[in-house]
Each structure stands twice: as C-alpha cells, then as structure tokens.
C-alpha cells in the first residue's frame, strides 16, 4: 500500500511524526511525504528532532515545489492521503482547488480520484469561515479528522492523546495497530429492568 503523508504548518507536528513513526515500522506501507517550509518551521520549534529525522521516517520524500514528482498524478496509484496537521491556509487551497504546490496538488489529485483524503484540521476556535471550507471538503470526499482528544480510554499521558488520534487516522485506511484499547462497553454498569 502507498500512503501519501502531507505535513503543513500548524501547531500539532507530532501528529504527522508518529504515524511516520507508526508507519515505518510496516512492511505493507510505502510511504511518501511532502512537508511545507511553514510545517519545517513548526517542526524545529516542536519536537525534539530536526526535519532530516522526519524526512528519514518516509520512504520517499518530495520538495513541496516539485509539481512533476509521482505523487502530482492520478496514475500514481496510491491507497489515500492524510495531511496532518492541516493548517486552514492548506485547507483553503484545497477547498477552492488552488494547486500553488505539490502538497496541495497531491491532496487535489486524491480527491478527483476518489481515494480518502484525511485531513487534521488544526485550528481553535473554528469561525463560520473554516466550518465552511471543512462542509465543502467534506462534501469534495474529505474525511475532517481534528485532532481532538477523547477520554474514555483514560489517556495518562499526551503520547496516549496523540497515539489514539493516530490510531483513529490508521482506521479510516484499514491499517491494523495497537495504539489505544479499543471501546468494549461500559462493563461495570448494568441496567436492571423495572418491574
């Protein structure tokens, strides 16, 4: 399977970085990432690790500006992408089709061919122009996927936050992982029914 990774600049790198991280310990994912200058900036300033380790993570790695690269096409054949984060500049370019670079062009390319397009949309608060563009990404095919946490697998940590978005980001590929326990039911509540 080959997996399109996109990495723009807003807060929330570690988002993209893991599922690099989770990924890269597959043998049935191919990887390939595109990152933003902004998203490079973002980056340096939030992990612990510089962008040449990020780039490592990917089987292959393309300069944002190179609109021939493989991934620019449709006859690339590949299983979807995921921009995570989605900075809402990135979010509008693909809401109005604006193919400035090869991020952008790459999510296009994924919708007119059908495939899933997951995006993290990383913004808070959200106003009635970002809830727009997120309506018409949905109704383009696109899966809004923000990156909020749940609590009902208890997190103890931000690594348990990010590993059950990520998780969540696998799932809507198919992709078998062991991140968060999945929902059981709320096995220590039981209803009585009244007489």
Known sequence: ????????????????????QVLSTSKDV??????SPPAKRTIEH?????VEAVEALADFVYDINDIGASISSGSFKTAGMVIAP??????????????????????????KEGRPLVILARETPLHAG????????????????????????KPK??????????GKVLDKFDIDHDLFQRWAGLKDRFIVPQK
């Open 1 to 20: 399977m080959k997996l399109v990774v996109g990495i723009s600049g807003a807060t929330g790198a570690i988002f993209g970085v893991r599922l690099l």
């Open 130 to 153: 970002h809830l727009k563009l997120m309506l018409e990404l949905a109704q383009m095919g696109a899966t809004l996927l923000p990156p909020v946490p749940a609590f009902y697998h």
């Open 46 to 50: 939030e992990m612990d690790m510089s």
């Open 86 to 111: 989605c900075s809402i500049k990135t979010m509008s370019a693909l809401a109005n089709c604006y193919n400035t670079n090869l991020l952008i062009r790459a999510g296009d390319v994924t919708l």
């Open 30 to 35: 191919e990887t390939h990432l595109v990152i």
């Open 157 to 166: 940590s931000i690594d348990d936050i990010v590993n059950h978005i990520v």
